[in-house]
């Protein structure tokens, strides 16, 4: 049994529950990994006696944990090597990816997930090669993970029975291994995925309770060579196989049409958008027009190589200034809706019932923020400064599952200065293993000289 915590005298508390509360001075007890209780501090302590462990909350702002619903957080190894460039997963991503080694994954995934956690995220979903290792690092830094070994037929960097069996197996070692971490299936796409591996995943998914994550209509080029291959496109061909459901995270679905919003909507599967990758490419994306029908939307930042950080703040103001723009409307969705979408709304979406509201019986996954910072003030709308002003370097103290993994700024587990020297060195290592195998690299990137 974890300690029990105290975090009293909180400025605020943005419950999120389902009244949407939101609380002024009051206190939150935990005990174990769930929270007991939410009220005034002395009257707290007389009810359950002295806390293992007593945070001040003054000056703070407790708001559950964040739900990062798409992300690939080794792939901040290639961070500013793709965001000023175009076809960028053919070009890029796949000729390094080739380079990794599972040393090499651990190390920088290590450092993804510490950029993870000081952003507030307590969940995440990261779909990619070598996720036993993403998974350990995970488990090290102590935030939770929905997480999927990708699954690649053809096409890309690491593909075929192999990695199909690393999936399975992935899933039978996690299945029961910890509390923090929730294996999945994760085929990458309809453009790189065959039909009768679709069909075998669909089987598996339904006899084993098992989520799928895929990549879905991310690309012109999937939608060319789908349509090329099977005669229809990656949204239809999904359908008919059946896997389009409250079960799949397809993340993307960028290169639909009006009646394929209608059947992820209509399915109720749910559609991760990041719509800072979509910016960057000049993409337009369709999460109002998913809302409306009905759908089910959750925010991600996806890979810290195409946004170039993992800074859920700024994905969901991102997410309301791109939706407004492209619907030429100023109220086409606001804060406290797009908050939804990173906490109690993600959370329903997912299953996860436990997670994504700070209430009595809910799990101790809390993120506090520090409102002294000039930005953060004056206060007259809590949930507006937090989706408007907050950054990822407010967050002062995370709890995650009932232990403090982050506090006053820095990890409790692990040595940041250790952390991210690791993670650089491995990002060299990477690239010039990359640039050894693929020479093309170098005269599209152009020399680094940091490799020196």
């Known amino acids: ?30 005990e174990d990994t769930y929270i007991l209780a939410i009220g005034e501090y002395n009257e707290l302590r007389r009810k359950f006696g002295v806390a293992d462990r007593e945070i001040d909350g003054r000056g703070l702002i407790a708001i559950p944990g964040l739900i990062n619903a798409h992300t690939h957080i080794a792939m901040c190894a290639m961070r500013g090597l793709a965001s000023d460039y175009v076809d960028v997963i053919y070009r890029i991503f796949w000729p390094i990816e080739k380079a990794f080694t599972p040393e090499i994954v651990e190390k920088v995934a290590t450092l993804g997930a510490l950029e993870a956690l000081k952003s507030g995220v307590t969940l995440l979903a990261d779909h990619y090669f070598f996720m036993d290792r993403i998974a350990e690092a995970l488990s090290n830094i102590g935030i939770r993970g929905l997480l999927g070994h990708t699954i690649m037929t053809w096409g890309g960097p690491w593909v075929g029975e192999d990695e199909f069996r690393k999936a399975l197996d992935f899933v039978e070692k996690w299945r029961d291994r910890s509390s923090l971490i929730k294996p999945v299936l994760a085929p990458h796409s309809p453009e790189t995925v065959s039909i009768e591996w679709f069909k075998d995943l669909k089987e598996i998914s339904g006899r084993e309770g098992l989520p799928i994550h895929m990549h879905l209509a991310q690309s012109e080029r999937e939608l060319k060579v789908v349509k090329e291959r099977t005669g229809t496109t990656p949204v239809r061909l999904i359908h008919d196989i059946g896997i389009l459901g ?57 890979a810290p190589c195409y946004n170039d950080n993992i800074d ?13 723009l492209q619907k ?69 103290t995370v709890i995650v599952d009932g232990e403090v993994v982050l506090e006053n700024f820095k990890s409790t587990r692990v040595n940041e200065g250790d952390v991210v020297r690791k993670g650089r060195e491995a990002s060299k290592k990477l690239l010039r293993r990359a640039l050894d195998i693929s020479p093309e690299l170098e005269d599209l990137l152009g020399t680094i000289p940091s490799l020196g």
Not at 336 to 342: G, H, K, N, P, T
Request: aromatic share 8%.
């Open 328 to 396: 030429h409307d100023p109220a086409a969705i606001k804060a406290e809706e797009v908050f939804s979408l990173v906490t109690s709304r993600a959370a329903e979406n997912l299953g996860l019932r436990e997670l994504g509201s700070i209430a009595i019986g809910k799990k101790a996954d809390i993120v506090l923020l520090d409102r002294g910072k000039p930005h953060l003030n004056p206060v007259f709308n809590v949930i507006s400064n937090i989706v408007y002003s907050s950054t990822m370097g407010d967050v002062h």
């Open 1 to 30: 049994m974890k300690p029990s915590i105290i975090v009293r005298d909180l400025d605020y508390i943005v419950t999120m529950d389902n009244n949407r509360r939101i609380l002024r001075k009051s206190s939150i007890y935990i």
């Open 246 to 302: 409250p079960q799949t995270l397809a993340a993307h679905c960028i290169y639909i049409d009006d009646w394929e919003k209608s059947v992820l909507a209509n399915t109720g599967t749910l559609v991760v958008q990041c719509p800072t990758t979509y910016m960057l490419s000049g993409t337009f994306f369709h999460a109002i027009d998913l809302l409306r029908l009905g759908g089910k939307v959750l925010l991600g930042t996806d």
């Open 312 to 324: 859920v703040f700024e994905e969901a103001r991102s997410f309301i200034y791109a939706q407004r």
